[in-house]
């Protein structure tokens, strides 16, 4: 058992981690799984503290206070002393998706496009990297900057380090967000942001905290550095981490990392749990002990209740019995489903994963009733409550007054966790982040984009606000009708389609575009796709215009997995997705 955090009232996480240097050096932090197998490096709390001094003493002599720099790391532990010497340097860590070998051009574009938002002042990376790109001039507002190999400075450099005064309300971090309905903005989050985010971890982990975690999420995503980096140094817990590749191409290597360090703490989003119960055989299952695992943490909405019920199904027989904790205290056999998102630093609601099965039929008007028979339902997960002083409307999207109980509406916090604003982007940060409701004048809100309702305290998402479907007058989310495709033949991939309008003289038109599964290229196209409109008929009423079958691997989706609706309207307006065709 860990003992309760006595950190909860320092003003930023280089103070937290400046004190776990002082009284806890030899500690473990973190340590790396190479290929997500073998134990690799390994950082105690001094080591981290005199690699992030050293990296401070450099950057304090070439970037202002308050300037940018971008991090730009392939996976590994070098990310982390970097992130915290920006910090104790004063300067903003913009971290940054890193190139790939077989995406070069599209990664530096994406890189292009965050460095002319935010105008870094350098490039910290490693020293592979670093020889490999820096100085290059083909890549618009990054090739020309100072490029430093922060894994090739001495902990020496640290003794120079001039330590400065943090005011709460300094930006800590420029956290651009994944792009799932929209290009990726930089979420200004301050300090006050970072340490109020992380005392609601804290509060919803409850008196033990999270106690050793393991987690392979990206660590330039906000979930993996807020949840997988700042809240193990915040509560003074070790962490071990993997590439998230290394999962990706071999999904046991989590579970077995879990059972191997005997993890009270994991969390993924809601595909990960999916692709373990799919590709973990069961002979690969009855190596696994995964009793110590309390804490089962999902995110990344929406949650599919199938895949709850898959998941512990499967790994039952291992030990699995996860507990969620909320404010009456545990409950055992239950995820931890949580939801957050950047502009509000991450964390926004959190507890037990309960499943609510409402009408169908009323869920198209906006209302929530209980579902009259099984032909008529809709189940969705609760994400559970909020924590500290974290306040939820319900609101409507157009009128921007709160709704009644039982309707659904726009998600609206209003909290210390709430960022600052958009870089650079001054109208919008008044539009997402400063709403105030228009019949009491309550606020301000941040405006989350998801749609959702409450009952009894818990929160329910129902889909993206952009994304919803108006089609003759009724209410579709994109993500039921992508199921019942997905549903509807053994090939089509799980998870890898995207329902979407377009217009054609006048009328809105349904469109899907659907990856089809790795095998034999002799499938009867014209026999499954009148199977996928005849159960999109019958479970939707609905009729597909376009059903656009694509290569494997090929949906746009986000860093964290989400699909990029927006781009695959945009890609199938165009002509540029890779279709997949059947043999002659």
């Known amino acids: 058992m860990f003992p309760s955090n006595p950190l909860t009232a320092a003003t930023s996480i280089a103070e937290v981690l400046q004190t776990r240097a002082a009284t806890r050096p030899d500690d473990l932090a973190f340590c790396w799984l190479v290929d997500g197998e073998q134990e690799g490096p390994r950082l105690t709390y001094r080591d981290l503290d005199s690699q992030a001094r050293a990296l401070a003493a450099t950057l304090q002599d070439i970037v202002p206070p308050g300037e940018r720099a971008l991090l730009l790391y392939a996976p590994g532990l070098e990310f982390i002393p970097a992130f915290f010497g920006c910090l104790y340097a004063g300067v903003v860590p913009v971290p940054a998706y890193p190139p790939r070998l077989d995406r070069l051009a599209q990664s530096w574009q994406i890189l292009s496009n965050i460095a002319a938002d935010c105008r870094p002042q350098v490039v910290l990376t490693a020293r592979n990297l670093a020889a490999l790109c820096g100085g290059n001039n083909a890549i618009p507002y990054v090739g020309n900057l100072p490029w430093i190999a922060t894994d090739a400075l001495p902990p020496s450099e640290g003794t120079s380090w001039r330590e400065r005064a943090c005011h709460p309300d300094a930006l800590a971090v420029l956290q651009y967000t994944s792009g799932s309905t929209a290009a990726p903005r930089g979420v200004r989050v301050t300090h006050r942001n970072l340490m109020h985010n992380q005392r609601m971890m804290h509060a919803a982990l409850g008196p033990d905290g999270p106690g050793l975690g393991v987690s ?10 807020v949840g997988g980096v700042l809240q193990p140094v915040f509560h003074g817990t070790p962490c071990v981490l993997m590439s998230p590749l290394a999962f990706l191409q071999k999904p046991v290597r989590w579970l077995r990392a879990i059972a191997r360090y005997g993890a009270r703490t994991s969390g993924a989003p809601d595909f990960a749990y999916a692709w373990c119960a799919d590709r973990i055989p069961v002979e690969e299952r009855t190596e696994l002990d995964l009793s110590a695992w309390a804490v089962a943490i999902l995110g990344g909405e929406p949650i599919n209740p199938r895949t709850l019920e898959r998941f512990a199904a499967a790994f ?3 030990g699995f019995c996860p507990v969620a ?9 239950a995820f ?4 957050g998102l950047a502009e509000a630093t991450l964390l926004v609601t959190a507890g037990p994963a309960r499943v609510r099965t409402v009408s169908a039929t009323a869920l198209e008007r906006g209302e929530i009733a209980d579902a009259p028979y099984p032909g008529d339902s809709r189940s969705f997960v609760s994400c559970g409550t909020p924590w500290l002083d974290l306040r939820l409307a319900i609101v409507h999207p157009e009128t921007l007054i709160r709704q009644p109980p039982g309707r659904v509406g726009e998600v609206w916090v209003a909290s210390p ?10 109208d919008e940060s008044e539009h997402t982040f400063r709403a105030f409701l228009r019949d009491t004048g309550d606020g301000p809100f941040l405006r989350t984009g998801d749609l959702g309702f409450l009952e009894d305290g818990e929160l329910f998402i129902t889909g993206r606000l952009k994304d919803l479907l108006v089609i003759r007058g009724r209410n579709h989310y ?13 090939r089509l991939r799980a998870g890898c389609g995207a329902a979407f309008e377009t217009a054609e003289n006048g009328a809105t038109l349904l469109v899907v575009v659907q990856e089809v599964e790795r095998g034999p290229r002799t499938l009867d196209v014209r026999r499954l796709v009148g199977e996928v409109r005849q159960a999109v008929a019958e479970r939707h009423d609905l009729h597909i215009h376009d059903l656009q079958l694509l290569e494997f691997g090929s949906i746009p989706k986000t860093s964290s997995g989400k699909i990029q609706r927006h781009l695959c309207r945009l890609g199938y307006e165009q002509g540029t997705l890779r279709r997949w065709e059947a043999s002659p």
């Open 336 to 339: 931890s489903s949580c939801y």
């Open 417 to 426: 966790s709430v960022a600052d604003g958009y870089w650079g982007r001054a």
């Open 216 to 225: 392979w999420l990206p660590l330039y995503h906000d979930m993996g550095l």
């Open 478 to 490: 994109p993500q039921d009708i992508e199921q019942t495709v997905q549903a509807a033949h053994p």
């Open 325 to 333: 904790f909320s404010p009456s205290g545990f409950r055992p056999g």
């Open 316 to 318: 039952a027989p291992c």
